[in-house]
């Protein structure tokens, strides 16, 4: 069911008179930053020495998960462990399409035991949520920093922390087709730093995404280029704020209020930007949609299996 809101209908550009963005209700799983904090740095945003205020990351994370709430969507949270600072950024703990679900094998030793955190919430609490299969992934895997559903096909980044191996058993475990996206700079080292899916694919609904071209080597690009023709190709200083590491509802688009560029693109294709401030967040290497993990239930009637 569409949310109550009907989409805009533009009247500048002949070309997109007839635009309108519809919001449909999503299902999300956040982790609250009380154990937020940057004490090692496994990414060129990370600086020890650069203080943190968890207090503060917990406001703004709350304001995030209110935007989500305003505009219908569910949030679930999953309970923060002390020692793991970077559960906050749920989004990388696992993917959920059509009820199967994988959790992710981190690349580094200080977020390994997040795996396991979020591979137990998948599978205690997955099946009120719409969560049939959890697959068992023996590559590495950063969930859905790199792992990107647009509805076809799923976007997969690799080059810094997700491996193209995992590509491969991402396909068949999910049981999906599987795009792979090499990303070559280390400040957009997941999928989710650099490429944002904007529209999902529907009947008769084409996907739309926005992406950085310079995250991406000249063969990925050729592929994005192909795949999505009119995407907005966003400047590299909205990038360089995170500003495509964004949340969509369809019609909503969740971003860092930093990225005014984008927000102008966003508008000027139907969108509605929703600014959100995640200052404190930022400091860790991450965003909006660092912090979010969708939940996409299976169509029909649950039947629980073991992939
Ligand atoms: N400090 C975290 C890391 O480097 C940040 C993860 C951000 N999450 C994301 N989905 N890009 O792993």
Redesign the pocket.
Known sequence: TPLADAGTVLGTDPARVSTERTATPRHYLMCPPVHFDVVYA??PW?DVSVPVDAGLAVVQWQALKAAYEARGHTVDVIRPEPGLP?MV?A??GGVVVGGRALAARFTFPE?QPEGAAYEAWLRTSGAQHGVVSLGQAAERNEGE?DLLWDGEVMLAGTGFRTTREAHAEVAALLDVDVVTLELVDPRFY?L??ALAVLTTAADGVRPEVAYFPGAFTPESLAVLRERYPDAIEATEGDAAVLGL?AVSDGRHVFLTERATGMHAALRERGYEPVGIDLSELFK???SV??CTLELRPAASAPTVEVT
Request: a neutral charge; one cysteine or more; aromatic letters at 6%.
């Open positions: 496994i990414n990370m970077d950024y989004a990388n977020r920093g997941h989710d730093t590491n860790g290497g991450g949609k660092c």
